[in-house]
């Protein structure tokens, strides 16, 4: 897929395959396993953040190219301006309207879904320009911002205004000829700048919420730790106990913020994560069930089919047989 993020001539260079997700690729004997795209531009751009359109995105690949999934190795902002789609990460499908912004992090698989009708903004950019030059601890609270951002904002019309003016800007800016490292400093000031809105946006929307309180962040702390070791631990008291709250309390916590039980929260991440290896690796069955933490391969297919129906093997052939193309009447 190294044509699928390509940037026109007239702009700095192209995005594409990086060396390593090509060289995986070419070892491979399997043509299904979905590529990882990486930020790997071309001499010629040599920024760490690019923006284009939907329709730009459209122009540079063939239909069957952006309907694919791939798994980025980069941060993506994708916001909606018009139409409708509906879009999927991680295998959930996330219905868009005019003012939807998807936050994207490294490791998430994404598909733009087969809706045309609609257009948006995509932001690119490497994982370490979240940061800014001096890595202080004070300046490096964005870093931690983008990751507490939800997956799905839905920002009003004035907001969706001043978030598409942002990024626009940055747009045009891309092509300013100015030394690099000055432009450099201006993107990353620039993308700050948003993500601090969308920080503030969704700390507004938090503090609204009349249950915010010492349940929350005790969610949150729980939600850090299932993201650490979900691999390792799966029963609820192990959380618990590193913790230092009750199983009760936890579980208070969990209900209140997501609406199920601390034990199915752990078990829909450690679901998900078997989900992408099935789907974009070769691993066999055992292999994954050990990376996962699971003493027998049968107690994991037990586990998954418990959890999605069936069989991690059935999963992995469904999920890689073609997709006929959509028809309208």
Not at 127 to 133: A, G, H, I, Q, T
Not at 153 to 180: C, F, H, K, N, Y
Not at 289 to 312: D, I, Q, Y
């Amino acid at each position: 897929m190294a044509d699928t993020f390509k940037t026109s001539r007239a702009k700095r260079g192209a995005y594409k395959t990086s060396r390593s997700a090509r060289s995986a690729a070419g070892s491979s004997k399997s043509s299904a396993n979905i590529q990882p795209l990486g930020y790997s531009p071309r001499a010629s751009y040599a920024l760490d953040l690019e923006v284009f359109t939907v329709s730009d995105l459209r122009h540079r690949g063939s239909k069957a190219k952006v309907r694919t999934t791939h798994r980025y190795e980069f941060h993506t902002l994708v916001c909606v301006t018009q139409g409708a789609c509906t879009q999927v990460v991680d295998f959930k499908s996330i219905c868009c309207q005019p003012g939807s912004l998807l936050v994207l992090r490294p490791g998430q698989a994404h598909n733009y879904g087969s809706d045309e009708d609609w257009d948006g903004l995509n932001v690119l950019f490497r994982p370490e320009f979240v940061l800014p030059v001096s890595a202080t601890m004070r300046d490096s609270k964005l870093a931690v911002d983008l990751a507490r951002l939800p997956e799905h904002v839905l920002l009003g019309s004035d907001d969706l205004r001043r978030v598409t003016d942002s990024i626009q800007q940055m747009r045009e800016d891309t092509l300013i000829d100015a030394p690099l490292e000055d432009v450099h400093a201006l993107l990353r000031h620039q993308l700050h700048a948003l993500l601090t809105r969308l920080s503030i946006l969704q700390g507004r929307q938090q503090a609204q919420d009349p249950l915010i309180s010492t349940a929350s962040q005790r969610f949150k702390r729980f939600q850090q730790l299932v993201e650490e070791r979900f691999s390792r631990w799966h029963q609820v008291a192990d959380y618990a106990s590193q913790l230092g709250y009750t199983e009760k309390s936890l579980a208070r916590a969990v209900t209140g913020a997501m609406g199920m039980t601390a034990k199915a929260f752990i078990a829909a991440r450690v679901n998900l994560e078997a989900k992408r290896l099935l789907v974009h690796t070769d691993m066999p069955g055992v292999a994954i069930a050990e990376k996962l933490g699971f003493e027998e391969a049968t107690n994991f297919s037990k586990f998954f089919k418990r959890e999605v129906g069936c069989t991690p093997a059935e999963f992995r052939r469904r999920q890689r047989l073609p997709v006929a193309p959509a028809t309208r009447a």
